[in-house]
């Protein structure tokens, strides 16, 4: 049996499902089986992974029911000890599994572990992709509370989970549009501590495209999720439901500066960067409410081009042969 099973859910994947499942197949951790579930692809994406030749990957296909249907299919079917989720155009450095088991085998109270983060944004085939570094969070144990309040996870294709843990908190749910990976690792945290690996190891793509309609649903179902979150919430943490929606704003008024150009999404960034703000005063201060401010700022005062390279600055990508993302 494989100690490690990777679920990618792929969907219409064609143009980047064959970089995801290299990123796999060059990890220097190698006792795994992948199991990419066809969710219903109308491209390329089938045929591109049965040409694939390695007995660790298998394709199972089935009609369309969304990626938290997908990932439970793929749990059904997974024979590893441990489970790791992958989506179809994001990317792991090569040590990702590697440190992560590690990670787990040293902590063997814990449940999950996680890493940090890279935003990949793809500027076209011809543009090399550029990377810019989420926080450096590093909580361990019970994270919790610290999950109620903001996402640091950041995306389905971080964590890799014991199967004690994923068999206590059952299977992703599958109403949610948006936001279910939240939901999730806010059910596992309930009862298993976290451990992070302090390295970049999670390249997730930001695909261009449709900014405003996916954001609105991102939006609308994070305030779900957060319903849904606060309701199995003890009664004594309750009261950081204010810090979590401040989050929630702020991160809403990143992601419009971040995805367009557009003045309507300038001034949808302006709404919920003033509501974070008047839920919470002192967050003036915060350094990262002050950088979106700035951004903001910039966006609407400047010309396009000349507020595009003035963010070049502030953004400060990494680029690949950057050693925390190589080491």
């Not at 040293?106 to 890279?118: F, H, L, M, R």
């Amino acid at each position: 049996m494989p100690k490690v099973s990777i679920i990618i859910p792929a969907y219409n994947a064609e143009a980047t499902i064959l970089e995801t499942i290299d990123s796999v197949l060059k990890q220097t951790f190698t006792d795994f089986e992948i199991l990419v579930i066809n969710d219903g692809s109308q491209d390329k994406t089938p045929a591109l992974v049965e040409a694939i030749s390695d007995p660790r990957l298998q394709i199972i296909t089935y009609p369309n029911g969304g990626v938290g249907v997908a990932r439970n299919r793929g749990i059904a079917l997974a024979k590893g000890e441990f489970i790791a989720f992958l989506d179809a155009d994001d990317l792991w450095t090569t040590d990702k599994l590697e440190k992560q088991y590690d990670a787990l085998q040293e902590s063997p109270e814990a449940g999950v572990a996680y890493s940090w983060t890279c935003f990949m944004d793809v500027d076209g085939t011809a543009t090399p992709p550029t990377f810019h570094p989420s926080p450096r969070y590093e909580w361990t144990g019970n994270v919790y509370e610290r999950l109620l309040v903001q996402d640091f996870i950041h995306s389905g294709s971080n964590t890799l989970i014991r199967r004690e843990a994923i068999a206590s908190a059952g299977e992703f749910d599958s109403t949610c549009a948006s936001c279910e990976d939240w939901d999730y690792w806010l059910r596992v945290a309930a009862n298993w501590s976290f451990v992070v690996v302090p390295r970049y190891q999670i390249l997730y793509r930001r695909m261009p495209g449709s900014m405003s309609s996916k954001v609105e649903v991102m939006k609308r179902e994070a305030l779900i999720a957060m319903e849904k979150a606060y309701q199995a919430a003890p009664p004594e943490l309750q009261p950081l439901k204010i810090l979590t929606l401040t989050n929630f704003h702020k991160y809403c008024a990143e992601l419009y500066l971040q995805r367009s150009d557009d003045i309507n999404a300038v001034r949808e960034a302006g709404k919920h960067l003033r509501l974070a703000i008047f839920m919470q005063p002192k967050m003036i201060g915060d350094r990262t409410t002050q950088k979106i401010a700035v951004k903001l700022l910039i966006k609407m005062l400047l010309p396009k081009s000349i507020a595009n390279h003035l963010l070049q600055f502030i953004r400060k990508p990494l680029g690949m042969s950057d050693p925390r993302l190589l080491s």
